[in-house]
């Protein structure tokens, strides 16, 4: 159930070097909050200073015993830090929310309910499932956290070319067809112990990615305790590409859904978190599961 939610302090991070409008937006939010919020909250600006650092601003943001709401000004990367900072902080009074900046916003697209500042006044807080990843871990890491997806395969291979390269409809349309005409299947040993080849595997806590693949019917707001398993099993080049078109053209339709998904990689694997691209060593237990209902969040 919703509650009526009011902050002691309110932290807005963003990165003031954005291709995108995230410094702009980052103070119109703070602007428009200092005039409608009555109860006079400490309202501050936290510009990021290299890849990472917004972990930190919301991991110390968050750290204590305060009421606090943590904004990412960003896209689904940089709320991604933002939320893995909220969490590793411990703060059971600690809130997030993501005001869309940038080139990816699925998250905010698909669970945004109204205006940010106009949620914040209103102060209704929501308790939403992540995505919890362990790849093997040391103990004294932190664990990793999604909002949105994390995926196996072809997304992550094509999010690192897309990186290296100029931004732009055109161009990325054009990195993407040469890197899937490069690109080859990867295999992992499932639980069951058999060895198993796939071009893609997505682990999906929302409905829709890559701003217009439809990948799921599941519900927008992912709070079942429950995700939902994409699999393209390898299969010739033609067909993978019918399958991309049909999801952002009708969608995929229902897929499984669980609360917990292992394998074992077989050689090291790239893989995407939140459109951050990550890599896990080979011979590694890789567990993907729900964490239900522990990120408090508003909008």
Not at 140 to 168: N, Q, R
Not at 223 to 241: N, T, Y
Request: proline letters at 6%.
């Amino acid at each position: 159930m919703d509650s009526a939610r009011t902050f002691e302090s309110i932290v807005i991070i963003f990165n003031p070097n954005s291709t995108g409008d995230a410094p702009e937006l980052a103070q119109q939010l703070h602007d428009k909050l200092q005039d409608l919020i009555s109860y006079a909250p400490d309202i501050v600006l936290r510009p990021t200073e290299h890849a990472g650092h917004a972990v930190d601003l919301a991991r110390d943001a968050a750290t204590g015993d305060r009421s606090v709401l943590v904004v990412s000004v960003s896209g689904d990367g940089g709320y991604n830090e933002v939320v893995n900072g909220v969490m590793q902080a411990g703060n059971p009074k600690a809130v997030c929310a993501v005001l869309a900046a940038g080139n990816a916003n699925d998250h905010s697209r698909i669970t945004g309910t109204k205006p940010l500042e106009d949620a914040i006044v209103e102060g209704r807080v929501r308790n939403i499932d992540l995505l919890r990843i362990h790849t093997g871990q040391n103990d004294d890491e932190p664990l990793e956290y999604a909002h949105s997806y994390i995926g196996f395969g072809l997304s992550p291979v094509v999010a690192t070319e897309l990186e290296k390269g100029s931004k732009g409809a055109l161009k990325e349309m054009v990195t993407v067809i040469k890197t899937f005409s490069k690109f080859k299947p990867f295999s992992i040993r499932q639980s069951d112990g058999k060895r198993r080849k796939f071009d893609s595997l997505v682990f999906a806590n929302i409905r829709e990615m890559a701003k217009y693949a439809t990948l799921s019917e599941a519900e927008t707001i992912p709070s079942d305790g429950k995700f939902e398993v994409i699999v393209f099993p390898h299969m010739p080049k033609w067909r993978v590409l019918l399958t991309a078109l049909r999801a952002t053209t009708q969608g995929l339709g229902e897929q499984p859904s669980v609360s917990s998904y292992e394998f074992t990689t077989l050689k090291p694997l790239p893989y995407q978190v939140d459109g951050e691209v990550r890599t896990v060593d080979a011979e590694v237990k890789v567990r993907v599961e729900s964490a239900p209902s522990v990120l408090p969040t508003i909008g």
